[in-house]
């Protein structure tokens, strides 16, 4: 090597602090802890073979290798040294295009913003965090939306590039979760005893809800004879709040600009308000008014806290915190005739909204002290504030900042799209069907259980309300059997990569509970119908509601998983069209309830209900059979 060479190649010491990275085309930059020529060198020796053959002149050549080696010492001491001052904070992301050249202090090349665009991949732990999360119990789910590019705002980290040469370069002052779910200030990485105590919090919010549904039933005596109202008026504050919480889903696009804590702590404390007038009313009217809106506020729970448990736990982790809280707002109602009995027999009607005012104002302190915001993107602003306040660079943005939605138009979108998915979409509208009959008996059976079991087996208030405890135990062993279900949907997967070479689920594959459950709800109805005779042990009706309890708890937990793989864009509006169907008959099936036992007899009552079941049953089975090819022609359906 002469000496010529030698001046124009400076930082062949092996001292200097820069290494070469591999990228995806074979090139190679200049990064840290190895010779910063390293790549020159390589650059060099990768041309000298192919220039030997050629008839050039001697000086031309060396003059064409001092400028190769000079403009890669160039690019590699200005990638790692930029020229000018950087920034305090790296970029989340690898700068790209224009802003490349802002960092690095040089110009970017067409063919260099290409290559970084083919390098800029998502690792497969953040492409985990960005998928769907589901919400088991029918309620919370939050939509995908999209930022101001057209690009996809998922409910976690940042938004992903585009795949293909037509991917569209990202601001580089995003702000992410850096280390993925082990950042500090990312809600997955909290203590694991610190993430159980804001899911058991939250879930005993939604079973405090709907277990205020339910208890109130057992105040029809006392309040009638108060009042002088009949019962049929008296169970319109059932229905009411039923309405109420039909509303909930529509929570979710407030908790999607201001966080889940402060929809919290709104809600609930509107919870405790509306409870006062229950608990000192005067009249009927206005306790009917009183429990709408204690099931408008109540329902906040149940819209946005499913979503919680996906702020917490990734996909591989959250089937048991999804189970419990699953299982929560469907042993609310279960349980609700029991504690209301209790109060019921043994002091006045008015405790039973005391107890809930109690309960619900110590909900309400434990998640001030316990339950920190742990939604995504709101905290993802927050961290972009702080960065801007530090750094006093105003282009660090979060994700939620580059959209372009207004709260309005969000909250305009969350009502008109439930009603155009039930419009267009039959395998929504039938199976959202028929989670409404079924949620319509649980309901039914509030007023049909106090006439079977006090009439015919001389039950009290209280032994009413253990009646329900079939359908308690029925809902738990189902919530165990969730691992069977999950094996289940692994062996289809595996199944269908063997056969077709492609790895990945379809929405299809929820649905076998749903197919397993069908027989149980229908059978468990005729059970429970005909055993409610005299001479007929009480035991054997109440297994018979359990039978049917289980199919119902799997159908639900089927059907909600479908539609949120069904519809993954529309996640949350097929949930909410889901929720709106099945309160409305819930709401209205004890309204006649009473009468049509009254009138048909306690057997032919249930069997009619039993009939409908039976016309629904082989629909899930048509759907698992068929629902790719209907998918395909779906409106808003996945057709892959």
Not at 87 to 93: G, H, M, S, T, V
Not at 125 to 152: F, K, P, Q, Y
Not at 499 to 514: N, S
Not at 540 to 556: H, Y
């Amino acid at each position: 090597m002469d000496e010529k060479e030698r001046e124009a190649r400076p930082g062949l010491e092996p001292n200097h602090s820069n290494i070469t990275e591999v990228e995806d085309d074979g090139t190679e930059t200049a990064t840290e802890s190895q010779p910063a020529a390293t790549a020159a060198v390589k650059a060099t020796a990768s041309t000298k073979d192919d220039d030997d053959d050629d008839d050039v002149d001697p000086d031309d050549e060396e003059k064409k290798k001092k400028d190769k080696l000079s403009s890669s010492i160039s690019t590699a001491s200005s990638s790692s040294y930029p020229s000018k001052p950087s920034n305090l904070y790296e970029p989340i992301r690898p700068a790209s295009g224009a802003a490349a050249g802002a960092v690095t202090g040089r110009p970017t090349t067409s063919s260099e913003h290409s290559r970084r665009r083919r390098r800029r991949r998502l690792s497969a732990e953040t492409i985990e965090t960005l998928r769907h999360e589901r919400s088991n119990n029918g309620w919370g789910c939050d939509d995908v939306e999209a930022d101001a590019m057209g690009g996809s705002i998922a409910p976690y980290h940042h938004p992903g590039p585009a795949s293909g040469s037509d991917a569209v370069p990202h601001d580089p002052f995003i702000v992410g979760w850096e280390g993925g779910d082990r950042d500090p200030l990312c809600p997955r990485s909290f203590a694991t005893w610190r993430k159980w105590l804001i899911i058991a919090i939250t879930s005993v919010g939604s079973f405090c809800v709907t277990n205020a549904s339910a208890s109130y039933t057992a105040t029809y005596a006392q309040m009638n004879d108060k009042f002088d109202n009949s019962q049929l008026v008296a169970t319109l504050g059932l229905s009411t709040f039923v309405l109420g919480i039909a509303m909930g889903p529509f929570w979710s696009p407030l908790a999607e600009f201001y966080g889940r804590r402060p929809i919290y702590l709104c809600s609930f404390a509107g919870f405790i308000i509306w409870l006062i007038p229950s608990a000192v009313a005067k009249n009927i009217e206005t306790m009917i008014v009183a429990r709408f809106f204690q099931g408008l506020a109540g329902s906040a729970f149940l819209s946005v806290s499913g979503g919680t448990v996906g702020d917490l736990f990734t996909r591989d982790t959250m089937l048991a915190p999804m189970a419990i809280f699953a299982l929560a707002p469907f042993v609310g109602p279960s349980t609700g005739p029991l504690v209301g009995g209790l109060i019921n027999t043994y002091t006045n009607w008015r405790w039973t909204h005391y107890v809930l005012l109690i309960w619900a104002g110590v909900l309400l302190l434990t998640i001030a002290l316990f339950v920190p915001e742990t939604y995504h993107p709101v905290l993802l602003k927050r961290k972009a504030e702080k960065l801007r306040k530090s750094t006093g660079d105003e282009r660090w943005r979060a994700p939620i900042e580059k959209t372009t939605r207004s709260v309005s138009r969000t909250v305009a979108y969350s009502l008109l799209r439930p009603f155009q998915i039930l419009f267009f979409e039959p395998m929504a509208l039938i199976l959202n069907i028929y989670t409404a009959v079924l949620l319509g008996l649980l309901y039914l059976f509030f007023g049909a259980f106090p006439l079977i079991f006090r009439t015919t087996h001389g039950f009290n208030l209280w032994q009413v309300g253990l009646t329900f405890m079939g359908l308690l135990v029925a809902m738990i062993i189902a919530c165990l059997s969730t691992p069977l279900w999950t094996r289940l949907r692994h062996n289809m997967v595996a199944k269908r990569h063997k056969e077709t070479g492609v790895l990945k689920d379809e929405p299809e594959d929820q649905l076998p509970p749903v197919i397993f459950g069908a027989p149980l709800i229908t059978g468990g109805l005729f059970w429970f119908g005909f055993t409610t005779y005299p001479d007929v042990h009480w035991i054997v009706p109440i297994i018979g509601s359990g039978v049917f309890g289980l199919g119902m708890s799997l159908a639900f937990t089927g059907i909600f998983t479908f539609l949120v793989d069904a519809y993954p864009r529309y996640a949350a509006s097929a949930l909410a069209s889901n929720a709106l169907v099945r309160c409305s008959f819930a709401a209205a099936f004890p309204l006649f309830g009473i009468q049509m036992y009254e009138d048909l007899g306690y057997q032919w009552a249930t069997a009619l209900v039993g009939f409908i079941t039976l016309a629904l049953m082989p629909f899930p089975y048509i759907f698992f059979r068929y629902g790719k090819w209907i998918r395909a022609r779906s409106r808003y359906a996945t057709a892959t």
